[in-house]
């Protein structure tokens, strides 16, 4: 089946979407009481979007996170020419083998999602605008990494569902493979959101994407400092009020060694 209705940068890259795979596989399992409303998506780093505001409530249902393919089916995609497989595949994951997408459901329901882009010769998507600061990440020796492709419903106002995305991601990224930092490329406008919820800061001037023509933002986090950080607030609700970040919404120290045995046994998988 070919890519229809996939839009690709000038790189090849393919660009966010609101529509989520079908499949992947369970890397967190949380269930909680049903009931829910119709999901309504809006992307967080898609030009065009507007700040959100969360709600108090958590989100309904059994939230479960997913890696959205298995690092063996990827593999084996790199090698080999197969056919497509809508249901159970990122569209043009095949050609972007270094790009992992994170999916949230809520009592079956598709709620968000987010992707993780490991660095490679082929380079980021910030590198388009942002070569210099990405460059002297790498220069000092640094592995890098992007995320990317948020996207959520905002009906449901799933403070932990993005907590848990952006954890999982953070966890994929900083201690299965053992990336330095990561950069998220936003509107600027969101910059203040993402640097307060998920601990990033700014690097570099905010520019004009000459594609889209909008003000860009590149933002950072050092994710050994971060996991250090959720390491001792996640899993922790109580503290939510008086802190300014998403933490406290994000998995406990069991549930996130739960989550890296999962993702290091995948990568191990994926290895062979």
Not at 6 to 27: C, H, M, S
Not at 178 to 200: K, L
């Amino acid at each position: 089946m070919a890519d229809q209705g996939t839009t690709k940068d000038k790189r090849g890259f393919v660009l966010p979407e609101t529509q989520a795979p079908l499949d992947g596989k369970t890397i967190f399992d949380a269930p909680a009481p049903p009931s829910r409303r119709p999901a309504r998506f809006r992307s967080l780093t898609l030009v065009g979007a507007t700040p959100t505001r969360f709600g108090e409530g958590e989100p309904q249902g059994s939230l479960k996170i997913r890696l959205a393919r298995m690092l063996e089916e990827r593999r084996a995609d790199v090698s080999r020419p197969r056919p497509r497989d809508p249901d159970a595949s990122v569209p043009g994951a095949q050609k972007d083998p270094q790009l992992y997408t994170f999916l949230a459901h809520d009592n079956g329901q598709f709620v968000g999602s987010l992707s993780v882009r490991l660095d490679s010769p082929r380079g980021l998507a910030a590198d388009d605008l942002y070569r210099d600061e990405t460059a002297v990440l790498r220069d000092h020796g640094c592995r890098v990494c992007e995320f990317l492709n948020l996207s959520l419903d905002m009906n449901s106002a799933p403070k932990r569902a993005l907590a848990c995305l952006f954890h999982a991601a953070y966890l994929f990224a900083g201690a299965v493979w053992t990336c330095d930092y990561g950069v998220i490329e936003v509107p600027s406008r969101h910059a203040d959101f993402f640097r307060v919820s998920f601990g990033f800061e700014p690097i570099g001037e905010e520019r004009v994407n000459p594609r889209v023509s909008t003000q860009e933002a590149l933002l950072c986090v050092h994710l050994k400092t971060v996991l250090v950080k959720m390491a001792r607030l996640g899993g922790r609700p109580d503290l939510a009020a008086e802190e300014p970040t998403l933490f406290p919404y994000g998995f406990s120290n069991e549930e996130a060694a739960g989550v890296v045995r999962r993702l290091a046994a995948l990568a191990t998988t994926g290895a062979g």
